[in-house]
């Protein structure tokens, strides 16, 4: 399975991106896939989270209500809108895809991840 992450850029603060992630699985359909972050110098920071049928979703507290995730499983896509950037949402985003069912917002659960697109905000 490759994921390939694009999107990323450089925005002023109170701009907005989308982020998009490719898939190459042939059971893209019944995965899980996840946002990721990982700002310089910091830990990955799970940031969203949409399971297989795209009805359920959840966020970290800092992007709710800035942030949309979605899914289209015919093109194998999954996408991160992104509005009202804030300079600490700077980081590379990496998309992740978990085999189970559910959802997770734990790094470790999740089997595949792409090469992370970088997002840059400034103030």
């Known amino acids: 399975v490759q994921l390939q992450a694009s999107g990323g850029g450089l925005v002023q603060a109170g701009g907005s991106l989308r982020l998009s992630c490719a898939a190459s699985?042939?059971?893209?359909?019944?995965?899980?896939m996840g946002w990721f972050r990982q700002a310089p110098g910091k830990e990955r920071e799970f940031v969203s989270v949409?399971?297989?049928?795209?009805?359920?979703?959840y966020y970290r507290d800092s992007v709710k209500g800035r942030f949309s995730i979605s899914r289209d499983n015919a093109k194998k896509m999954v996408y991160l809108q992104m509005n009202s950037l804030k300079p600490e949402d700077t980081a590379v985003y990496f998309c992740?895809?978990?085999?189970?069912?559910?959802?997770?917002?734990?790094?470790?659960?999740?089997?595949?991840w792409g090469q992370g697109t970088l997002v840059t905000v400034s103030s």
């Open positions: 992740a895809a978990d085999r189970r069912v559910g959802t997770s917002t734990v790094a470790d659960s999740y089997d595949y």
């Open positions: 699985a042939r059971s893209f359909s019944s995965y899980c």
């Open positions: 949409i399971d297989w049928s795209g009805g359920t979703t």
